[in-house]
């Protein structure tokens, strides 16, 4: 005798078995990433984030159907990573909703809970995309209402499978709805994820042999921020961190910036210096700054004045790794975050870093808390949270720098009532430290993140990397090992060698109006190789400032704005 009905035992376990197939089938899932870089990780954020509520599930004592709704609903909503992650934890969100107040479901609550699904992670998405798994969750909760019209009586098991075989369809047909899936030979990767999870439920319901183990411990290594190493005090070249802001009194033109930059490089090194609306806001550093502060007031009043002693700070951080050393608290055990301060501040800053010379930049600009992320490792909605909470702050700018993690940074904004939160969408980590460098503490948060986004939106960036398979895509061939200069929304260039692809792409970002070229050099690049580099550049456009950093990012050679 079929079963028409789903008690909260046999939904957890269809819940677990889904997550696990999901888990199984990730690699798969990520292989279909449209573009072929090596950080397509759809199956990977989807997995760790459906693994994130199978442990809750996992971990209940007492199991109801309400217990169970809460645990895949919270733990799906701060486990969420990436896009596709987020939109499925809706998804969950959605359904465990009409669930949770049922002692069994039966195939009306079923269709219900897919459409309350649907309408839920609809309302997240601020623009949704057809063809993506949204399109896939909607025709299966259609299906589901469909069937349930055409017969009131119909069983549990036959519509589950009819279910299944239109999110199939639907997903078969994603290319159809997107050229790009199309032009690249694939289905949506997170369609496919979503159908993963259907069919591992599907064949628990019909009593397959499954594997619900779920694993219980925290794995520390998903989700908490990785070391880093400081540098040692003798490596400390200028010891003063220096930061104001020119009220402009005088005539300041981009001859007279460039003059200005060229003195601030001759006594200094981690030069900012940008210029907006009769102020100009200035970081060096230095071991002399009361040259750069004389050479400011040149040009105008200086404000906002702050003066940090980079050798005194590395000194007492020294101490404190001994004492905690010498206290048995390991290393890994210790996040690299500042003391909360004893006054509550105004603004903070939290941003999505990777790589050890990106995130000294943002330290540098101010930014109070680094979630370590990005192209590798998108940080979940919990990551997001636990940094909230760890700043002291009333007002708190969230900088994603990576378009998949913007919905994450949502979800944390929307999980949080006791702080203001402002996600600035930045989706490259230049575009964040534009962002930080534009803030202007006289100005309110909501004056602060209108320019903030005004300003990301004139910065170009192109990133350079391997393909990891062979694809056609944005009118170009690519074979597994060619070097691809990845822009803000295609493929500019393609090649066999790391510097004419950087080149080609940056030539492709340039146009008569930029005025800044910045070049973050990764791990896998020496400091020759990017001087080399800048060098051409530099020939190649005179009219610019160009501009070299160390980011020690991993995968990406180099990422490259244009501003």
């Known amino acids: ?7 909260a035992s046999l939904c957890a376990r269809m819940f677990l078995a889904g997550a696990k197939n999901l888990e199984s089938k990730k690699e798969w899932i990520n292989e279909l990433n449209v573009f072929p870089v090596p950080d397509g990780d759809t199956g990977t954020n989807m997995t760790l984030t459906i693994m994130s509520a199978a442990k809750e599930v996992a971990a209940l004592e007492e199991l109801s159907m309400d217990t169970f709704a809460k645990a895949v609903s919270s733990g799906s909503l701060r486990g ?64 589901a209402v469909e069937l349930l019209e055409e017969n009131p009586d119909i069983e549990l098991e036959t519509l589950i499978a009819e279910v299944i075989a239109r999110a199939e369809d639907v997903l078969n047909r994603t290319p159809e709805m997107l050229p ?4 690249a030979g694939v289905v949506d990767s997170g369609g496919q994820g979503l159908v993963q999870v259907l069919k591992g439920a599907f064949d628990a319901f019909l009593g397959k042999e499954t594997d619900y183990e779920v694993e219980l411990q925290t794995e520390k290594a998903a989700s908490a921020e990785q070391s880093r190493t400081e540098p040692a005090e003798a490596d400390i070249k200028f010891g003063y961190c220096t930061e104001f802001i020119i009220m402009l009194e005088k005539e300041y033109t981009h001859e007279t910036e460039l003059d200005f930059k060229a003195f601030l490089e ?13 102020i100009v806001k200035v970081h060096v550093h230095t071991n002399d700054p009361g040259l750069a502060i004389q050479r400011a007031l ?10 940090d002693n980079m050798r005194e700070e590395h000194h007492e951080k020294v101490i404190r790794e001994a004492e905690r050393q010498a206290a048995g608290v390991s290393p890994e055990d210790v996040q690299d975050e500042p003391a909360a301060p004893a006054e509550l501040k105004e603004t903070g800053f939290i941003s999505v870093s990777i790589g050890e010379g990106i995130a000294d930049i943002f330290r540098d600009l101010g930014v109070d808390y680094l979630i370590e992320g990005g192209q590798t490792m998108n940080p ?6 636990n940094a909230i909470e760890k700043v002291n702050a009333k007002n708190i700018f969230i900088l994603p720098n990576n378009k998949n993690i913007i919905l994450a940074a949502n979800q944390a904004r929307d999980l949080t009532e006791d702080k203001n939160i402002i996600v600035v969408p930045t989706k490259t980590v230049p575009q964040g430290i534009t962002a930080v460098i534009n803030f202007v503490p006289e100005k309110s948060p909501e004056e602060n993140a209108a320019v903030m986004e005004e300003e990301i939106a004139r910065v170009k960036t192109g990133q350079i990397t391997y393909a990891v398979r062979d694809t056609h895509i944005d009118d170009k061939t690519i074979q597994a090992g060619d070097i691809m200069g990845v822009g803000d929304h295609s493929i500019l260039a393609v090649g066999k060698d790391i510097l004419p692809v950087a080149e080609e792409t940056v030539a492709l970002m340039v146009d008569e109006e930029t005025e800044l070229i910045s070049i973050y050099y990764g ?4 400091e020759d190789e990017a001087s080399a580099l800048r060098n051409r550049i530099a020939e190649q456009y005179p009219e610019c400032d160009v501009e070299l950093n160390c980011g020690g990012q991993p995968i990406y050679y180099y990422i490259i704005s244009a501003e």
């Not at 934890?89 to 465990?96: A, I, K």
């Open 1 to 7: 005798m079929s079963t028409n009905t789903i008690d």
């Open 80 to 143: 969420a990573r990436g896009n596709s992650g987020v939109i499925l934890s809706q998804l969950l969100r959605g359904f465990s909703k009409v669930i949770r107040s049922e002692k069994e479901i039966n195939t009306a609550v079923l269709a219900a809970s897919f459409q309350k699904a649907v309408e839920t992670a609809y309302k997240a998405v601020m623009k949704p995309k057809e063809g993506t798994i949204l399109t896939v969750a909607r025709g299966a909760a259609d299906r």
């Open 180 to 183: 790009v899936l199309k032009e």
């Open 266 to 278: 001759s006594i200094g090194d981690s030069i900012v210096v940008v210029s907006d609306d009769g």
């Open 298 to 307: 040149t040009y105008g009043s200086l404000t906002s004045m702050k003066i």
């Open 380 to 385: 979940s909605t919990e990551d997001m949270l």
């Open 523 to 526: 791990e896998d690049i020496s």
